[in-house]
């Protein structure tokens, strides 16, 4: 269990042992959940500390996007109101035809049994449903509306924030891998819109940003998250123009400083897409 409390009622995961970041803020009478993590069997655990730690029920889950790694811990919290953007519920839909179809996952998750056998038995398990309540550009939660969650995309079509304004906080998702290369290969990210939608966030000046992946960050990391992205897309668009492969430009050592980290696991695949977005 690894949840912990953040701000007076703000609690986050941000260490990666159950799949990308998660957190939860506490209401006057309820708690709502800000994805679940990925291993719904260690997800129960943040469940069962934030009941007790709070004396109050856990009645909404919203989901940030539609990746594995953010909501397939979601039945750890059940029952449990869900609630995402219109497009992450299509998304969600799409992956269920495919990908997430139960023979696909099996086969897909037995590669990494031996590394990962905590995962390999949560998939076991795992039950995936869609979410309960949607909407398209933002919906505002708690009784005094201090809530909002806003449909931003880029990091895929349906991805959104969650700002809590009375403590200037705000749950980015996947819009930021803290310290680390982002992965950007969905079909359905679109790189400019995901700058844009954190030039938007940083306009706001919050105090707290909590990103998908890494640790917690302020404005600071932000600005440098934002141009390191910047960076990336002019090498790219530069790249293009000039005729050179993804495979020259990683030679090239073309990747921002500040997103080396972490390259070797989604470095390709995002590149890949964003080269054919940018063709
Ligand atoms: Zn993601």
Redesign the pocket.
Known sequence: MTLRKLLDTIYVDTDATNG?NHGAIVLDDEILMVDSGMMHTKSLASRQFLESETGLSIKKLIFT?S?S??VFGAQAFEPVLLISSESTRKNCEGRLKHEWKRNILLERYSQIKGDNPELWDAVQTLSIRLPDITFDDEISLGNNKQITAKTVGG??SGSAIVICHELSAVFV??LIFSGQFP?GG?PTCKPDQWIHALQEISSKQYETIIP?HGPVCGQKELDEYIEALKELRFNIKYALETGISIETFIDQNKIPKALKMGFERFGEVTLKHWFEYYT
């Open positions: 990308g996007h990746h790694d953010h990091h895929t998702g996947d992965y969905d998908g």
